[in-house]
């Protein structure tokens, strides 16, 4: 019904594992697009492959950012489907047809109001976009229609019969206890039901502390209550409504194959724009550096980033206030380096960094801005993360032997056009054992020419990138990274060079006095 906010016709597509955007920590970012979606493919696992998408999505993200009440009235527009979604499935057994009937009217009803609703909302706004400009087009085409004029039409006759039914009388038949065991509809009522005018005078000469029957007099309510209504009441108003069953059963018949479907792809889209919105503003907001990156082919396999960050990290930093500073890191991946071994001490940012990098390819194929002051990069076909798995999910093959197989499913779907970022990987055996196999992994990489990072406490690994590149000559350099140390602190801040060899374990054994000396002193003081 709809053309797409998010796809062209031509689009291109690659679908990421879902264990990606995990493992980049995305999902508290784009956790209220996923609770619509539930177990449905969502679109966030699927990168944009052509530079004409990710523009498409560029201009509609700038209409909505540029006046921000304009996408919260249009999620409003929209919200009436996201309760027909959330609602329960219809109880089971014989249905009465005046149960789906009213079910039906709910989903004619909300149809025509969100129509009329976002008409007016993309007539009131001044969207530039070539998608929203199109969305305007559709509704008021739509709108146009005999079909929809009619579905009007009839929907007015439809209220105007209900609107007639103001109350219902039930009658109660009682066991000897005085127990309620069955209730029947004697009458349908075109008047709304009041309080007996006895109850309701008596009630002003008591005073409201007096009761009757368990309930306050002035305060009357029908001292049965009946918590559960049977199906059977809902057929006893069919009947009631006999002398219109032609029309209600016209209305049945002529849209029950009414579909929601359209508005609610279209409700998942607009989420996802609100989502980025809210992200931006958060940003924004607490003075984090954004920009629009510039988009290069994939052949040419390029990354430069100036003051990026990890988006997660501001993302969580900034929701709850946390007054920690944001490390701003540059990076490049180009004919010096496509290759980046990252070491560094413990607690260092080499996975915040290594996560910085996908989130940022991730994010410009979504058609978003970066969490970086300026981005050049080229499109992948793919983004692959080999991040720990858990102890749970290794028990036929160990952690070591889980590594090496996950490893060479994604090695072999990974082309020269590809992002790997490989975190802490093959630590599960010895180190001596853990060295070799990344180094022959390592040589694998830089054979088939994929971009990669691998951040890893294996310091030799860096010591022997030159040995690397002299055994494997291509354009895919690999280079060493570290992240830095200042009078003995953490910087956070990244740079080439060689390891240093150091951890920061040293330091932690020190905060909790840990250390040999620290051990043998206090064995003599005790002593």
């Known amino acids: 019904m ?32 996923l609770e619509i979606s539930e177990q449905n493919e969502t679109f966030i696992y699927h990168l944009c492959m052509d530079k004409a998408t990710i523009q498409y999505r560029q201009d509609i993200l700038a209409d909505f950012l540029a006046t921000p009440d304009f996408i919260r009235d249009i999620e409003n527009n929209l919200k009436g489907f996201r309760e027909l979604k959330s609602k329960k499935t219809k109880p089971s057994g014989n249905i009465s047809n005046f149960y789906s009937l009213i079910d039906l009217i709910i989903t ?26 199109q969305l305007k087009r559709d509704i008021q085409s739509r709108m146009q229609t005999k079909e929809f004029n009619e579905m009007k039409q009839d929907l007015k006759e439809i ?126 907001d607490n003075h984090l550096p954004l920009c629009q990156p510039k988009l290069l082919d994939a052949d040419e396999r390029i990354m430069h980033l100036k003051d990026c960050y990890s988006l997660s990290l501001a993302y969580e930093k900034s929701k709850y206030q946390e007054n920690h500073p ?65 102890e749970k999910e290794t028990v036929d093959y160990g952690r070591f032997g889980k590594d090496c197989e996950r490893f060479s499913h994604l090695f072999h779907q990974a082309t020269y056009k590809s ?30 020419k994929i971009r990669m990072v691998y951040n890893t406490h294996l310091h030799e690994l860096g010591n022997i990138a030159l040995k690397l590149n002299q055994e494997v000559s291509n354009d895919t350099a690999v280079i060493s990274m570290v992240t830095g140390l200042e009078h003995g602190k953490i910087t956070y801040k990244i740079y080439e060079g060689e390891p240093l060899g150091i951890s920061h374990a040293k330091k932690i054994a020190e905060k909790y006095n840990i250390t040999f000396e620290q051990l043998m002193k206090r064995l003599e003081d005790r002593a």
């Open 326 to 390: 944001i490390i701003y890191n540059d990076l490049s991946f180009n004919d010096d380096g496509r290759i980046m071994i990252l070491t560094g001490a413990n607690r260092g940012g080499k996975t915040t960094i290594t996560q910085a990098v996908g989130q940022i390819q991730v994010l410009a194929q979504l058609g978003l801005p970066v969490p970086a002051s300026e981005a050049v990069l080229s499109l992948v076909d793919g983004v692959y993360t080999h991040f720990p798995v858990l």
């Open 108 to 133: 004619v009803e909300t149809t025509v109001q969100c129509i009329e609703d976002l008409n007016q909302t993309l007539l009131y706004y001044k969207e530039s976009s070539d998608g929203l400009l």
């Open 2 to 33: 709809f053309d797409s906010l998010l796809w062209l016709k031509e689009s291109k597509t690659k679908k990421l594992n879902t264990a990606v955007i995990k493992d980049l920590n995305l999902y508290g970012v784009y956790e209220k697009l």
């Open 159 to 284: 209220r105007y019969i209900f609107n007639r039914i103001k109350g219902l009388e039930i009658s109660i038949n009682m066991s000897p206890g005085m127990r309620p065991y069955e209730a029947q509809i004697t009458k349908v009522n075109d008047y709304p039901y009041k309080y007996p005018v006895a109850f309701r005078k008596s009630a002003t000469f008591l005073k409201e502390d007096v009761l009757f029957l368990g309930n306050y007099l002035s305060q009357y309510s029908p001292v049965f209550k009946i918590g559960k209504v049977d199906w059977d009441l809902l057929d006893e108003i069919e009947y009631a409504l006999r002398e219109h069953k032609d029309i209600l059963f016209n209305f049945l018949e002529r849209y029950q194959e009414i579909s929601i479907e359209p508005f609610i792809d279209l409700l998942e889209e607009v989420t996802f724009y609100r989502s980025s919105c809210d992200l931006v503003k958060l940003l924004e």
């Open 419 to 448: 992002l790997l970022l490989l975190n802490e990987s093959f630590s599960g055996t010895s180190y001596l054992e853990s060295l070799q196999i990344a180094e022959e992994i390592v040589k694998a990489v830089k054979y088939k």
